[in-house]
């Protein structure tokens, strides 16, 4: 039995970026190339393969601005990738050691009580969790930096 919908970034979110619109700052995103292996595509939730080109732009992943809607630094894959829709976290998701997991209440503003700061292997078990408070209406999954990663809804 699924409890957990994972989804990357709304298409549409990504498209605007391939299409050369401006991403969430009002700026072009910036295209480099991508180093390390830590390179998280928002959109099919892919690690960028090292030396891919990628896009580095802000994204705000709330649909109306207000106090909680945080604009940050996110990647994309340069060239279109399709969106990840699953029941589970990407396994690369261990690797956000710690992780920020947070829930958010249908207002969009943060539930202060559910945020959790879990080691990679437990980010699955803490959305769970969080999301077992019925005022919580989703989760987000950050890393460390406060990097958004992904959103996560009840299956
Ligand atoms: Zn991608």
């Not at 549409?12 to 480099?32: F, I, K, T, V």
């Not at 958010?104 to 879990?118: K, L, N, Q, T």
């Not at 408070?133 to 987000?140: I, K, L, T």
Request: aromatic share 10%.
């Amino acid at each position: 039995m699924s409890t957990l919908r994972i989804e990357g970034i709304p298409h549409e979110h990504a498209a605007r970026l391939w299409g050369g619109g401006l991403d969430w700052n009002g700026q072009a995103p910036l295209r480099r190339i991508a180093e390390g292996g830590a390179n998280p595509c928002r959109h099919c939730l892919g690690l960028i393969a090292e030396g891919s080109p990628k896009l580095v732009f802000g994204y705000r992943p709330f649909e109306a601005l207000q106090p909680y809607a945080e604009t940050g630094p996110v990647f994309l894959h340069a060239e279109p990738c399709t969106r990840y829709e699953g029941d589970r976290l990407p396994d690369w998701f261990a690797f956000l050691d710690p992780a920020l997991v947070r829930g958010y209440g249908a207002d969009d503003w943060i539930r202060y009580d559910s945020a959790r700061v879990v080691r990679g292997a437990e980010i699955t078990a803490a959305c769970e969790a969080i999301l077992s408070d019925p005022s919580v209406a989703y989760v987000h999954v950050r890393s460390k930096f406060n990097c958004f990663q992904c959103r996560v809804d009840r299956g």
